[in-house]
């Protein structure tokens, strides 16, 4: 995976659970990218995706969306069908980004980070054939170590921050 550098940008991820965002003050704040949860699983759909893309726009932030895995559950192609369909109908400014944070307990699943890295890997591609946009992967440093994800170093990289502290940098 790719190492922080100083032509990293900040940008933030909405969905259904920050409710109604004020666009206006996001921009205010300094933040001029963001992406919205489009996609979960195989047929999940975050019901504030369109809302979030246009009021994004009219702030004049630039928007994604990303689609949350589980590969816990379903197989990469049929999740990548399921996230392309919804980005057909939904254009946005910025590359799609896979989300990988899924399963949160992994004493709960026979995943490894072989297994893992393969649905990725899969995932990415059938988006990338689909779309013509490279893919982006989201997830933690956590769930790297976790799992001991490897082989997917040239991807690009967004490393979650879930405080004012910054992220360690992932390796391999």
Known sequence: MQDRSSSNITFI?????????DWNAVKGSGISAAYAKATEGVNNLDPTLVQNVQAARNANVLIGAYHFAHPE??????????FVNILQSNQTDLIPVLD????IDPSNSNLTGTAISNWARSFINYVKQATGKDVMLYTGVWYINEFGINGLSDIPLWISKYSSTPPADAGG
Do not use: F, Q
């Open 73 to 82: 559950l379903n197989d990469a192609i049929s999740e990548a069908k399921h």
């Open 100 to 103: 990988l944070e899924s399963p």
């Open 13 to 21: 991820d909405v969905s259904h659970w920050e409710g109604n965002i």
